[in-house]
């Protein structure tokens, strides 16, 4: 095989295609979970500081080697995107935005000293991924095919410099709807010990590093009952993230304008691909104000105690809004107005019907690509 | 084989040892570089959570098989440990203080959700790997065998809750004197850009997430001329760590008495075996005042100016100690005085010398245990 190197880049035109002999099929949907199951094959590009990038491979998935030394087991030199592909009724496999995940992710490996890539590179290779693997989107509502693109640093050496090897790769998991029909709102526990972000971290890229720390304070807020963690910053309680999700609030603000708010990008927050997608929409409508701001836990009680807390929901690829419907904070128990009868707030619901008529291609837009 | 399985430790006495067939000679010991050169085998313990922890066993060092959806990969299910063994003037191995080590390994895996062990096992399983490859102890001052314990969250699955499979291992990395003939006391960059950690967050356990932030930070400090960084917290600049070391400074403090500060334990601060040996040490010479405590910025650059500033160090497992001779911090360089003709302060030397005593086993003490 003869290919283009660079130490730049790889490049979607060497391209080639190993499928797997025996291939798995895809399971009964209904038995997913979440990020257990995995499809056929994986794309897999090396890249060493000596030679530059390789040829990218799509070639069935298998086990890495990896030399115990390797810096992604010891230094967490890894970062990650979450993207889906899905099937809508036209039977022609879309993916969501990859463009968005592809910036996002040369983002990452440049806070962390990993090798940079071209985007529309990557973007190409994986959408070859996908049409390969099309038989593993899972069809109907709610369901998709959950794209993993994935950059460690592999290099077999303990020093803390930057990786001499990494390898981007991308593996994808058939996954069933985040809401079944036994679906509740959640309930958000406010942590006021434990910390997700702080300026001058890396909370606003999308590396590993971001999430070992949440593990345990999330099993601990369940434990007390709660579904996800309210992440907050700093001594005034800013709301920062919800669990892995990015939050929304709608309220009638302190001037009487009904508002749907969420924290600006301040370097503590991630820029969610969903995240951005909702504000667009929302301002397109331009039935109530859209803001990038800050929130503190005070402005919350007193919305809530003024009666113009409205609705409030996470935001992310896995589940694309997720209501909730309370918040513990401290000694107070803060409750979320729902419609009667109903887990959804009616412009949750409404964001919710949008973003997902547009990643099934229900509905045409630019944001949805259907892979031909 | 027959062994004892338990969900809570795994046991020494189920250690088994399989010999590499071929195997590596130590390498002159003026090539190596640290992190860079592994000996010939590895101890390696499996667990899950359905059958808890298998039995410990020593092997030829071998690359691992890790599906790409391991937790690993993705959310930093990892943390490690940085010990020595030494050969000392009378030719047997000696390991530094790994009982501590053992106790912040395990501090570490709950942090993460990661299974818990008993230290003691661990310990006395990773003292038979040092004497399996005591020919790979490197003799002569400043020449040890690093040990790194790792965990690691194996578990192929990318959503994030706790790994339900993990790896305990230990390889080893022959290495060098820190100081060669031309060490050159170091400057220190005093970031206020970059934050390492922060209250709230996982700053004092030994996480590899606290590491991944740190690389590029550490690249462009050393573009300015500088060898590591000086982390900062706070609107107030308080004095973190020095690079991946604890910092120490000697000054006279404002009530006029001779004292050595290091930042106290506020689990912002890695709980360094060296930094608790030094203070061990300083205490116990009763000569000046030892204190754990807070520093800002401010107070050194006052220091600086009324020239009460003494020494200046870093401290870790792989220097012992590392002298400092400059800082910079925003438009100042703050000068630290070295003996003439010296890259140590008497202090910093004096510390140096009575550590490695007692590493090679020059001086008897508790903390260094001879192998037999």
Not at 216 to 241: C, F, R
Not at 258 to 263: F, G, K, V
Not at 267 to 294: C, N, Y
Request: glycine share 10%; proline share 6%.
């Amino acid at each position: 095989m003869t290919g283009t190197f660079s130490k730049d880049t790889f490049y979607f035109k060497d391209l080639t295609i190993t499928e797997a002999v025996n291939k798995a099929s895809l399971p009964p949907k209904e038995s997913l979970s979440f990020g257990a199951t995995f499809s056929n094959h994986m794309l897999e590009v090396k890249w060493s500081a000596a030679t530059g990038w390789g040829a990218p491979k799509i070639v069935p998935i298998h086990p890495f080697e990896l030399h115990p030394g390797a810096k992604v087991l010891h230094y967490a030199s890894e970062c990650f995107e979450g993207a889906k592909a899905y099937k809508g009724p036209d039977g022609k496999p879309r993916v969501f935005r990859l463009d968005k995940n592809m910036q996002r992710l040369k983002n990452s490996v440049c806070a962390l000293g990993l090798p940079d890539f071209d985007e529309n590179e990557a973007r190409k290779c994986i959408e070859e991924l996908v049409k390969l693997e099309q038989d593993f989107i899972p069809e109907g509502n709610g369901y998709s095919l959950y794209l993993r693109p994935t950059v460690i640093g592999s290099e077999a050496n303990v020093n803390t410099t930057a990786s001499s090897e990494a390898i981007f790769y991308v593996v994808c998991c058939p996954c069933g709807p985040y809401f079944s029909s036994k679906f509740e709102a959640v309930r958000l526990y406010a942590d006021t010990k434990h910390v997700r972000a702080w300026p001058g971290g890396t909370g606003g890229s999308k590396l590993g590093s971001n999430y070992a720390g949440g593990v345990v304070p999330t099993k601990l807020a369940n434990q007390k009952g709660y579904q996800q963690i309210l992440w907050l910053i700093g001594d005034d309680h800013q709301v920062s993230e919800a669990g892995t999700m990015n939050i929304f609030i709608l309220w009638v603000n302190e001037q009487g304008e009904l508002e749907l708010i969420t924290p600006e990008l301040d370097g503590t927050i991630l820029p969610g691909i969903t995240r951005d997608s909702i504000i667009t929409i929302a301002k397109g409508w331009g039935e109530f104000k859209v803001t990038e701001g800050r929130i503190t836990m005070d402005q919350i009680l007193k919305a809530e105690k003024e009666n113009r807390l409205r609705e409030v929901f996470g935001a992310g690829t896995a589940c694309v809004v997720c209501p909730v419907k309370q918040i513990g904070f401290m000694d107070s128990v803060i409750d979320i107005p729902l419609e009667p009868g109903s887990e959804f707030g009616p412009v949750t619901q409404r964001i919710f019907d949008e973003v997902t008529s547009i990643q099934y291609g229900k509905k045409q837009h630019i944001w949805s690509t259907a892979l031909e």
